[in-house]
T-cell receptor, first 113, second 112 residues
């Protein structure tokens, strides 16, 4: 069974400070990892996925298979980054049941001015 | 961003009553999902459907039922058997395994 762990519930930083949101996973195969973000009063939306290897809104995340981690990082936080962030995992093959996402419990990022 | 519409936005249920949450998508996506979002719990999968007339239980299906009679619609019924129905319910859809899931705005269900 797959599992996603986000060890912290809340991270509060000042504007301009670096941010790292931790995500660890448990899965025996090769997973696909995602970060979703939910801003206040908005719908849950995809922030980035590991197979894209791109930076979105200054955020990056690298899949570390050795440490089974997919931490989200940003060098300089902005106030508009304040939101709820979820890490999610999808199993490697799309064969019916494997298309479902397993989410972590989420972390609230608060960026103070 | 349109595509997935959930209604109503807020819903109230009396004790012992069944209620149905609507989820409609015009993205021509094959797969649809229902999640429950609780503070400190993250999103937990209730039911999902890969194709029309087929659906599978997720991790917390007890007290819920679904149907998938049309590709664009995946309604969720919260039955009286669900003892703790107060939550935020999210619907999502997916075209294929290479794409991420798209989410609706959600429905907040409360008990009167």
């Amino acid at each position: 069974a797959q599992r996603v762990t986000q060890p912290e519930k809340l991270l509060s930083v000042f504007k301009g400070a670096p941010v790292e949101l931790k995500c660890n996973y448990s899965y025996s195969g090769s997973p696909e990892l995602f970060w979703y973000v939910q801003y206040s009063r908005q719908r849950l939306q995809l922030l980035l996925r590991h197979i894209s290897r791109e930076s979105i809104k200054g955020f990056t995340a690298d899949l570390n298979k050795g440490e089974t981690s997919f931490h989200l990082k940003k060098p300089f936080a902005q106030e508009e980054d304040s939101a709820m962030y979820y890490c999610a995992l999808r199993a490697e093959t799309f064969t019916g049941a494997n298309s479902k996402l397993t989410f972590g419990k989420g972390i609230t990022l608060s960026v103070r001015p | 961003d349109g595509g997935i519409t959930q209604s109503p936005k807020y819903l109230f249920r009396k004790e012992g009553q069944n209620v149905t949450l609507s989820c409609e998508q015009n993205l021509n996506h094959d797969a649809m999902y229902w999640y429950r979002q609780d503070p400190g719990q993250g999103l937990r999968l209730i039911y999902y459907s890969q194709i029309v007339n087929d659906f599978q239980k997720g991790d917390i299906a007890e007290g819920y039922s679904v149907s998938r009679e049309k590709k664009e619609s995946f309604p969720l019924t919260v039955t009286s058997a669900q003892k703790n129905p107060t939550a935020f319910y999210l619907c999502a859809s997916l075209q294929n395994s290479n794409q991420p899931q798209h989410f609706g705005d959600g429905t907040r269900l409360s008990i009167l």
